[in-house]
């Protein structure tokens, strides 16, 4: 983004990323408990985001150095017992109560679910910036969030060797032996990466502003 901050708490209209985002999840109005995990420096900036929409049993928690440690300290921060577990990206603003539902559902099924969206474009693979080959798509998809699991695969997921990065929830649960069922994601639940999806975002929230997410 070449921010001075997280992007997390640039502005999308009048308010930060992470308030629509925390928004959206608390109308769900389903979870026991939401933990938003930040880095050392903006946690009271994170509070203070957050102050009027966390109620007593969410949670702020320092983050760590990559992805999967935020993640196990988020995880750490509550207690469970025969829950489902619901991750999210926090520069993901758009998602819906629907998408919440879709995967906690399937969770309830198949033990772990992620939205994510078919590819509709050409795959190729590249060496030294030339096309070596092309990549089949008919089973090729973008992974998005929310993605969510039950709480009894946790203890066998801490076991894993991490012999290489787990970069999400489905990297994670594939070294257990675990297939992560996937659900289509609503359009418009893209992740907010560069200056140009802050762009598309302020005209995806247009589109949203008199509808109920």
């Known amino acids: 983004?070449?921010?001075?901050?997280?992007?997390?708490?640039?502005?999308?209209?009048?308010?930060?990323?992470?308030?629509?985002?925390?928004?959206?999840?608390?109308?769900?109005?389903?979870?026991?408990?939401?933990?938003?995990?930040?880095?050392?420096?903006?946690?009271?900036?994170?509070?203070?985001?957050?102050?009027?929409?966390?109620?007593?049993?969410?949670?702020?928690?320092?983050?760590g150095e990559t992805r999967h440690d935020s993640t196990l300290k988020g995880l750490n921060a509550f207690s469970y017992e025969n829950d489902i577990i619901v991750i999210h990206d926090g520069a993901r603003p758009?998602?819906?109560?629907?998408?919440?539902?879709?995967?906690?559902?399937?969770?309830?099924?198949?033990?772990?679910?992620?939205l994510a969206t078919k590819v509709s474009e050409t795959l190729v693979s590249s060496i030294n910036n030339k096309v070596n080959s092309i990549i089949n798509r008919e089973n090729a998809f973008t992974i998005k969030t929310p993605q969510a699991f039950h709480s009894s695969l946790y203890k066998s997921m801490l076991n894993v060797k991490q012999e290489s990065e787990i970069t999400d929830l489905c990297s994670w649960l594939i070294q257990i032996g675990v297939k992560v069922e996937l659900k289509e994601s609503n359009p418009y639940n893209i992740k907010i990466t560069n200056r140009e999806d802050l762009s598309k975002a302020e005209f995806y929230l247009s589109l949203f502003s008199n509808r109920d997410l």
């Open 94 to 114: 758009f998602v819906t109560s629907e998408d919440i539902d879709v995967v906690t559902n399937s969770v309830l099924e198949f033990g772990a679910s992620s």
């Open 1 to 63: 983004m070449n921010s001075e901050i997280p992007k997390q708490f640039l502005k999308l209209k009048d308010e930060s990323i992470i308030r629509h985002t925390v928004r959206n999840f608390k109308k769900w109005g389903l979870f026991k408990s939401i933990v938003v995990v930040a880095p050392e420096e903006y946690i009271e900036q994170t509070e203070k985001e957050l102050s009027d929409l966390l109620d007593d049993y969410d949670r702020i928690v320092e983050g």
